[in-house]
Nanobody, 122 residues
């Protein structure tokens, strides 16, 4: 059973940077990790969950318009780890950030981590 554990959240002032990590485990072999679509999502209090960025099994990435040019999603297949580098952070980036995975496609996500809180102050 695949498990995802996020880390790297915290409090930062506007304009600062954070790097989130998502460690994945439970794959039967390393090649299965490379077959997964991985994504980062966030949810602010009182708001719906928003897809921030995804990276599919070919390495193609898609970003929400609100983070384009500031956030970068990447993964290290050797370490089964997904990253989200967040630069030029804004107060509206505040929220609970969760990583998610799904085998083969990115249309839905079957497995979710617990999340890590990001707070950006002005």
């Amino acid at each position: 059973q695949v498990q995802l554990v996020e880390s790297g959240g915290g409090s930062v002032q506007a304009g600062g940077s954070l790097r989130l990590s998502c460690a994945a485990s439970g794959f039967t072999s390393r090649v299965y990790y490379t077959s997964y679509c991985m994504g980062w999502f966030r949810q602010a209090p009182g708001k719906e969950r928003e897809r921030v960025a995804i990276i599919d099994n070919s390495g193609m990435s898609i970003y929400a318009d609100s983070v384009k040019g500031r956030f970068t999603i990447s993964k290290d297949d050797a370490k089964n780890t997904l990253y989200l580098q967040m630069n030029s952070l804004k107060p509206e980036d505040t929220g609970m950030y969760s990583c998610a995975s799904n085998l083969f496609h990115c249309r839905t996500f079957a497995t979710w981590g617990q999340g890590t809180q990001v707070t950006v102050s002005s």
